[in-house]
């Protein structure tokens, strides 16, 4: 099955900096990439995603970019804010028509430092 | 309506007890799923509905029974659980008609089995 690494576990960044989580995935099969953002005691949300034919997406502060070739995909948060403060959670997925199996990876607790 | 509502918020079993968790989406979407979150972990699939069907069953133990009665409705049946099956059950739904779209996740049952 798909197996998800994601780096670091623990992230701290001063307010105003940037912000990277980096995550790879194994099966090359794999091409729908979300990224979930969770606060304590919330529900996971989803803050962007990314589909395999495309390399690059951004929405304001978030930017996601996929390497297909190295099968991995990164999260870039700039001008970071108090409330960016949460857990990150890549994933992967090959959903087939009527289906949607997420793997997540293992998560990054992000800290903000007003 | 893009709101997945799960019941109840928190759930107390014995281990002999028999329980039930609810969740309730009208956004359409033809497929939902159940995770099982252990605290400062990521979720983990358990089960996936596709038209009201079982199409996925992650080799949960049974149990653990879902029951999707209806398009709108998805039921996780509890018996005899374990202490080690304490943890926050979250609902997901998400539409099939395209290929790999968001998965929107409810607010979760936090299950504590004594």
């Known amino acids: 099955g798909e197996n998800v690494e994601q780096h670091p576990s623990t992230l701290s960044v001063q307010e105003g900096d940037s912000a990277v989580i980096k995550c790879t995935y194994s099966?090359?099969?794999?091409?729908?990439f979300p990224w979930y953002k969770q606060e304590l005691g919330k529900r996971p949300q989803l803050i962007i995603d990314i589909r395999s034919n495309v390399g690059e997406k951004k929405d304001q502060r978030i930017a996601v970019t996929l390497n297909k070739t190295a099968k991995h995909f990164s999260l870039h948060i700039t001008e970071t804010q108090p409330e960016d403060s949460a857990v990150y959670f890549c994933a992967a997925s090959k959903g087939d028509f009527g289906n949607e199996k997420l793997t997540f990876g293992t998560g990054t607790r992000l800290t903000i430092i007003p | 309506d893009t709101e997945v509502t799960q019941t109840p918020k928190h759930l107390v079993m014995g281990m002999t007890n028999k329980k039930s968790l609810k969740c309730e989406q009208h956004m359409g979407h033809r497929a939902m799923y159940w995770y099982k979150q252990k605290a400062k972990k990521p979720p983990e699939l358990m089960f996936v509905?596709?038209?009201?069907?079982?199409?996925i069953n992650e080799s949960v133990p049974s149990r653990f029974s879902p029951e999707c009665p209806n398009s709108s409705l998805l039921n996780l049946h509890l018996h005899a659980l374990q202490p080690e099956d304490s943890a926050l059950y979250l609902c997901a739904s998400s539409q099939v008609e395209q290929f790999n779209t968001e998965a929107f996740f409810g607010q979760g049952t936090r299950l504590t089995v004594v």
């Open positions: 509905y596709s038209y009201e069907k079982l199409s």
């Open positions: 099966d090359s099969a794999s091409n729908y």
